[in-house]
Structure formats: structure tokens, C-alpha cells
């Protein structure tokens, strides 16, 4: 009998000293996160004192204006407050959570921060672990000022020539028939630092000029000599196309509208007039002919891929205007297209450009 009186006594002692151990325990949780609130203030003010002095700098630097560094003050000032009531308002909760559950509570421990590369989550039962989520987090850094833009390319208009000593209203090609196409790409970067006035936009481009000769007549290559000739047959096509790869360099000009946040710095070009002018060099990819005809009731095609005496290497100028993306466009050949010619030919171009 007395041994179980002892016994009872002990166990009565232990589960007091436990409720003790316990009571203490997440007070002491409580006394902590007493002072992670007063870290929390703490930490945003000096937050705030850092975003202050870089609007200051930015406001020295000729960035901004008095206007809006006023403005962006009072901005990353409203931003630190909230961030102070909602961070400080998560700690109350969690100081009420402990005191109504006298510590006693289910928790989920955040091991990395989402501001890190990935989030762990972890949920406790009776002390235990339960569920642990892990997930990678990737956040996708967002450039203050981008200077440089890209677009693809497309062209599509009339071709022709034109002819030493002839205007282009003599010019031996169909003004409707003959045509060119292009595509390419482009990067746009702003020249200047808080200016977007001008720009200097530069790429490739595959060019394909097509040359469609009037009458009934079709290129020969005679030596160092490209000359029209009367075909036998009756044509239902004939033209002669030249694929190009040029790199393209332009000056572009235009109004754009200005966006600035506490993010990001932003010219638009979008739906503003745009005028641009330059030039393009590169080589002659390969010339073909392409023939349709009726040769004794039977139909025939022939793809006839031959030098035609054209010139190597491609250079020109160019320019273009319009609205936006939807542009007016001019090109022409200052190198001749054919090699040694008698007569000096010079490609031209005219029709729209999409920079999409």
C-alpha cells in the first residue's frame, strides 16, 4: 500500500512538472514573437530608409523630377506602413493562437521562404511531421530599364528595275507582275539614356526579288552577257528571281510614350509614327528562272538555277514610315544586278513592311 502511495506521488509530481515544462514553453514562444514585432517594425523603417536614399540618388542623378521622387516617396512610404500592419497583425494572431491553445496547436514551418529558390512546408501533428511539400519557386527577374526590343520582319510589295538611260515607265519587267518578298529579324535599342527619340535597329533578312519580263521573252546567259530574248513557245509565266541574305541597319526616328513605375522604365513605340533610313549588305544566296509553257498540247515547268550572271555580293539603301508596325517601305540596289552588264540594271523595291 505504501508502495503504490509512492508511486502516485511521483506520477502526480511528473505530470505537474510536465504542465509547468509545457506552460513555460510556449510562453516563452509568446515573449518571443513579442520582440519579432518590434524586429518587424524595425526592419521595415530601415527598408524604407534605404528605398528613400535610391529615389534621393535617382533625383540627384537627373533621373526623375522633385515631382515624382515626391510621389514615389510617398509611395514606398505607404507600402512600409502596410507591410508594418499586416506582418505585425500575422504575429498577434500567432501570439492568440498560442494563449487560446495553451501551445498545444497544429503549425506548418516554412523552411525556406518563397523569396528563395523553393518553398518547404511541413505540417505537424503531435509534434510529428504529417505532410512535407516541397516546391521549386523560379521568380523571373523583371529588368528596371530594357533598351533593346526585337521584332520579326516582313516585307511584300512591287519589284522592278531600273535601267541607265531609261525611266521605269520603259523598263522591260511587269510593273503588277514583278514582285519581292522579305523576312527577317530585328533588335530595336534605344541610343540614348532618358531619350527614346532615336533608335538603332539592326538584323538579317532573307530577301527574294522576282523579275518578270514583258512580251513573250525569257533571260539567256550569253557569256558575261544576261540580255531578253523571244521564247519559241507560247508563255504562261517566265520570271527570274534572286535570293538575298542581308543584315539590315537602320536610324529610326519617331515620338514613343513614356511609362515609369517603381519597377520598370518603358518607351513605347506602339501606334506612333516611326520614320527610318539606312542600308543593307550581304550575298547572293542563288538565281533561277522559272518557265511555264504549252509545248505541242503537253504542259511544261522548268526551274533552270544558273549564276545569270548576277552579282555576288548585295548592298543598298533603305528606309521606311508609317504607324506602329504597319510601315511603308523602299529598297534599292546600289550594286547592279547583272554582273558586267552593258547596260547597268539596279533593283528597286516598293510595298509595306509589318514588324510584328
Excluded at 516554412?110 to 512535407?132: H, N, S, V
Excluded at 513605340?269 to 498540247?297: A, S
Aim: glycine share 8%; hydrophobic share 35%.
Amino acid at each position: 500500500m505504501k508502495t503504490i502511495t509512492f508511486y502516485s506521488a511521483v506520477l502526480f509530481l511528473f505530470l505537474v512538472s510536465q504542465a509547468a515544462f509545457g506552460q513555460e514553453d510556449y510562453q516563452k514562444k509568446i515573449e518571443a514573437l513579442k520582440l519579432e514585432k518590434q524586429r518587424i517594425v524595425e526592419q521595415e523603417k530601415e527598408a524604407l530608409k534605404l528605398e528613400v536614399k535610391k529615389i534621393n540618388q535617382r533625383l540627384e542623378d537627373g533621373d526623375i523630377s522633385e515631382g515624382e521622387a515626391r510621389v514615389l516617396k510617398e509611395d514606398v512610404a505607404k507600402q512600409r506602413a502596410l507591410n508594418i500592419e499586416n506582418r505585425v497583425a500575422i504575429i498577434e494572431n500567432r501570439i492568440a493562437l498560442l494563449e487560446r491553445n495553451k501551445g498545444d496547436v497544429l503549425s506548418l514551418s516554412e523552411i525556406d521562404t518563397i523569396y528563395g529558390d523553393r518553398m518547404r512546408l511541413d505540417l505537424f501533428i503531435d509534434g510529428k511531421p504529417a505532410i512535407i511539400f516541397n516546391s521549386k519557386h523560379h521568380k523571373k527577374e523583371i529588368k528596371y530599364d530594357r533598351r533593346t526590343y526585337s521584332d520579326f520582319v516582313m516585307a511584300v510589295g512591287l519589284n522592278n528595275a531600273l535601267i541607265e538611260g531609261q525611266s521605269l515607265s520603259d523598263s522591260p519587267y511587269k510593273i503588277g507582275g514583278s514582285r519581292f518578298f522579305e523576312m527577317g529579324w530585328q533588335w530595336r535599342t534605344r541610343v540614348f539614356r532618358n531619350s527614346n527619340w532615336l533608335r538603332f535597329n539592326y538584323g538579317f533578312s532573307f530577301q527574294f526579288n522576282g523579275l518578270k519580263p514583258d512580251g513573250n521573252r525569257i533571260f539567256v546567259q550569253e557569256g558575261d552577257q544576261t540580255v531578253l530574248e523571244q521564247f519559241d513557245y507560247d508563255l504562261d509565266k517566265a520570271k527570274l528571281r534572286m535570293d538575298n541574305l542581308v543584315f539590315p541597319i537602320h536610324f529610326e526616328v519617331g515620338p514613343s510614350r513614356f511609362k515609369k513605375t517603381e519597377q520598370t522604365i518603358r518607351y513605347s513605340i506602339r501606334d506612333q509614327f516611326r520614320l527610318g533610313f539606312g542600308g543593307y549588305g550581304g550575298f547572293n544566296l542563288g538565281t533561277r528562272q522559272k518557265l511555264k509553257y504549252n509545248r505541242e498540247g503537253e504542259d511544261v515547268k522548268d526551274k533552270l538555277k544558273r549564276d545569270y550572271n548576277t552579282s555576288d555580293l548585295i548592298y543598298g539603301v533603305s528606309g521606311y514610315m508609317g504607324f506602329d508596325g504597319v510601315l511603308l517601305y523602299l529598297k534599292y540596289d546600289l550594286n547592279p544586278i547583272f554582273k558586267d552588264a552593258d547596260v547597268k540594271q539596279n533593283n528597286i523595291s516598293l510595298g509595306l513592311r509589318f514588324d510584328i
